[in-house]
């Protein structure tokens, strides 16, 4: 455990961001799962009104620093491409 006083209120920023980061991770988890569910359903119009809001949440992440960069426009991409080339989608 820290002692000094900088380690000791290192250590309670570190504490707060980390609720702050896995609250924030969970949203977004949440989020691209009820896409996937959307998708895996063939229910096409909901994913395409889930995708909007879905990719919004990814670059807030990236604004917070929950997400890389990359790893954002990686995700981004590949849900993207997911509801765009499903088999339903020419339907």
Not at 43 to 63: C, F, G, K, M, W
Not at 65 to 90: C, E, F, I, M, Y
Request: no cysteine; proline share 3%.
């Amino acid at each position: 455990m820290a002692n000094h006083p900088s380690a000791l209120k290192r250590a309670r920023q570190n504490e707060k961001r980390r609720l702050r980061n896995r609250a924030s991770n969970t949203r977004l988890r949440s989020q691209i799962r009820k896409l996937r569910r959307a998708v895996e359903e063939g229910n096409l119009d909901e994913a395409r009104q889930l995708l909007r809001p879905t990719l919004s949440l990814i670059d807030r992440s990236v604004q917070k620093g929950v997400l890389h960069d990359n790893a954002a426009a990686r995700r981004k991409s590949r849900l993207t491409r997911l509801v765009q080339t499903h088999p339903t989608a020419g339907r």
